[in-house]
């Protein structure tokens, strides 16, 4: 696997983690996480200036979990707001 990492700062790292809780460990995990989805969203909405909010989270699911899944979300969020429309 090719890494950028000096192999030296690499096994510090993994003795750091080895050191940490299992609790540490899910804290990075999911700061991680957020922070590449976070990323991820932006990158969409800076490619695609044109889409609103609604559009990027959709755009978001179909290139994580496929374009079946993101039509699934686009016809239940329209579905929903139909409903809401008509409640007022």
């Known amino acids: 696997m090719l890494s950028d990492t000096h192999p030296e700062a690499e096994k510090?790292?993994?003795?750091?983690?080895?050191?940490?809780?299992?609790?540490?460990?899910?804290?990075?995990?999911?700061?991680?996480?957020?922070?590449?989805?976070k990323l991820s969203r932006r990158a969409i909405a800076e490619a695609n200036p044109e889409l609103g909010p609604q559009e990027i989270d959709i755009l978001w699911v179909e290139l994580h979990y496929g374009k079946e899944l993101a039509v699934g979300l686009r016809n239940y969020l329209n579905q929903r707001q139909s409903c809401n429309h008509q409640t007022q």
Not at 12 to 37: G, H, N
Request: glycine residues 0%.
């Open 12 to 37: 510090v790292q993994i003795e750091l983690i080895r050191k940490m809780s299992v609790a540490e460990r899910i804290t990075r995990m999911r700061s991680a996480t957020t922070m590449a989805v």
